[in-house]
């Protein structure tokens, strides 16, 4: 969909620009982003970044997105204002997406190829020396700062607000100084290029806000379950759920929590499994190839009744698939996954303020039901970043704790109701017992056919239980609505922008962040509905069949991508005006 920036073109200021940065691995882009977003936080600015890797040991070219504005913006825009190069080679997905309205800054003499496509999209191309320039400073890896503070010119930041932030990263003072002064060069070039282009002023923020803070999707969901208490993780590092597992490397101490780097993923959900029998709160973090190998594993905690939260962070699959890009396909396997019959619920966020709760529910379901609990997240969710109010851990959910143990004690005691009472060894006088097998109430192995039955059904019974007490979906827009547009996780921020475009009167969102099992208001929305849009970043419609299957209403229609890439606001705003019939001109942030 064709973006326009007709205000900009009338030399009016705006309040929404889009930055994307290209550069090699390993020329400083992450640092740089991380510190672009800080500063413009800090300036009271609201933003959203995003960014895409290659998944290739030796590299390859990378590229992130940042998006500033003065109203919160939770959502990617495929619109590129200000575009900066700095190695050969700008992929496809970047390259068709510049316009006559973007500018390319870029040091054209070593773009070669390059340089000749960027001139054919019309763009206006302002050549800078900058590799000359980093050298002038000391090295290549100036230039990152180097266009950091260009950046920060073009936006009217102060040319120190940087320092403090360099004094911070690097404790040798020499090295700080020069970034420093790298940073302070680069404003100066970003002060000249905003003088040329008065198009790129940006509106001040409404006021500085110190109550925000720079919170990425994977510190988000961190947040949640450290609030939990979560304080034994093991893990088989896979990406994109690595990042979860890494937090908690770095920040043991600070939460008491043990945490294990396993030798296969087997093993790491094995090891959950242990501790939560010994009273831990356990997480594991994987992704859908480690979460497959976990499936015996997922059994086990379901016949023994242990609860165990397993963040499956979605990529494209099957296999190795696309390993660094993003899907939601993984539903499927994490509905179904293990074998027998046993209740689990899914949760997925569906926006970084609401991933700390719903982490944090994870762990309490868990505990409650004495069972497994799979969050699934993605890695466009995890690897964004927002400026967000810091989240207050002592509102979150909080999970039970074990019951201290009398004689005679029976941890799969059987009763009116599917939960036994869980204990734990040494809380109590109890002896607790723990079988793969099927088992007595007090578990020992059996094959009393009748008790099978008996116990099967207990914990059978827990599943209405959940459901029962299953999170409603958000619905944005009138009650009642004949027709609904619905979507689960992490696609419901980009569709909320997309409906405040196309604003119908007729149509109402709903967001799921509780995905089996369903709460009952999902099966009268369904009910009412004339018209049910499902929209996924999956090609099969994983969620509209899970929805069928469970209310009996099928999806009318359905919006699916599956290339690997996330929905922009754009994207959805086309496809679904075409949809309800309602085409607006207007793009994200306008």
Not at 14 to 40: I, K, N, P, S, V
Not at 494 to 513: I, N, S
Request: hydrophobic letters at 40%; aromatic letters at 6%.
């Amino acid at each position: 969909m064709p973006v326009t920036n007709e205000k900009t073109r009338n030399g009016e200021s705006r309040r929404d620009f889009c930055l994307r940065l290209c550069a090699a691995a390993g020329q400083g882009l992450q640092t740089m982003e991380d510190m672009l977003c800080q500063l413009l936080t800090d300036a009271g600015y609201h933003l959203f970044s995003t960014r895409e890797y290659m998944s290739r040991v030796r590299g390859g070219n990378n590229s992130t997105s940042i998006r500033v504005s003065t109203r919160p913006v939770r959502a990617w825009s495929e619109r590129i204002d200000l575009l900066f190069v700095l190695a050969e080679g700008v992929r496809p997905n970047v390259l068709s997406r510049v316009t006559p309205e973007t500018t390319v800054v870029a040091d054209l003499a070593r773009l070669e190829a390059d340089a000749a496509k960027l001139r054919e999209t019309g763009a206006s191309l302002v050549d800078l020396p900058l590799a000359a320039k980093a050298k002038e400073l000391g090295g290549a890896i100036y230039e990152a700062t180097l266009v950091g503070g260009l950046v920060a010119g073009v936006l009217g930041l102060l040319p120190e607000s940087a320092d403090p932030l360099y004094e911070a990263r690097f404790k040798v003072a020499e090295v700080a100084a020069r970034n420093k002064e790298a940073f302070r060069r680069g404003h100066a070039l970003g002060v000249e290029l905003r003088d040329a282009h008065p198009r790129f002023a940006l509106n001040p923020p409404s006021s500085a806000s110190s109550a925000r803070m720079l919170m990425s999707g994977n510190l988000s969901v961190a947040v949640g379950c450290a609030a939990a208490g979560c304080n034994f993780v093991s893990a088989y590092p896979m990406s994109p759920g690595t990042a979860l597992f890494s937090f908690f490397s770095k920040n043991a101490g600070l939460f008491d929590c043990a945490v294990e780097q396993a030798e296969d993923e087997i093993a790491a959900i094995n090891m959950a499994i242990g501790a939560s029998y010994a009273g831990a709160r356990t997480l594991v973090s994987t992704s859908g190839g480690g979460f497959a190998l976990m499936g015996e594993g997922l059994s086990l905690a379901g016949i023994t009744e242990t609860p165990v939260v397993v963040h499956l962070a979605q990529r494209p699959g099957p296999a190795t698939g696309m390993a660094t890009r993003t899907e939601q396909a993984d539903l499927n396997l994490a509905l179904y996954a293990g074998h027998g019959d046993f209740p689990r619920a899914l949760l997925a966020p569906g926006s970084a303020e609401s991933a700390p709760e719903i982490a944090a529910r994870a762990f309490a379901i868990a505990a409650k039901f004495q069972t497994p609990v799979i969050l699934l997240t993605d890695q466009h969710f995890l690897d964004s970043a927002y400026d967000l109010a810091p989240p207050d851990p002592g509102v979150l959910p909080q999970p039970e704790g074990p019951v201290r143990t009398a004689a005679g004690y029976a941890r799969y005691a059987l009763s009116d109701s599917p939960l036994s009472p869980r204990g734990v060894p040494g809380h109590g006088e109890g002896l607790v017992g723990f079988d793969s097998h099927e088992h007595t109430e007090d578990a020992h192995i059996t094959e009393d056919f009748a008790l099978r039955v008996r116990m099967n059904d207990k914990r059978m019974a827990k599943l209405e239980r959940m459901r029962d007490e299953a999170m409603p979906p958000t619905v944005v827009g009138p009650r009642g609505a004949k027709i609904l547009v619905v979507c689960w996780g992490s696609l419901a921020e980009p569709l909320k922008e997309a409906f405040a475009v196309l604003d119908p009167d007729d149509a109402a969102l709903v967001c799921c962040e509780q995905v089996y099992p369903l709460s009952r208001e999902m099966d009268a929305l369904m009910r009412s509905a004339e018209r049910r849009i499902f929209v996924e970043n999956n090609a099969a419609g994983q969620f509209a069949r899970l929805v069928h299957l469970e209310t009996g209403f099928a999806a009318t229609d359905t919006v699916l991508k599956y290339d690997g890439q996330p929905f922009s606001v754009e994207e959805l705003t086309g496809r679904l005006g075409e949809l309800l019939g309602r085409h607006s001109q207007k793009g994200a942030g306008r």
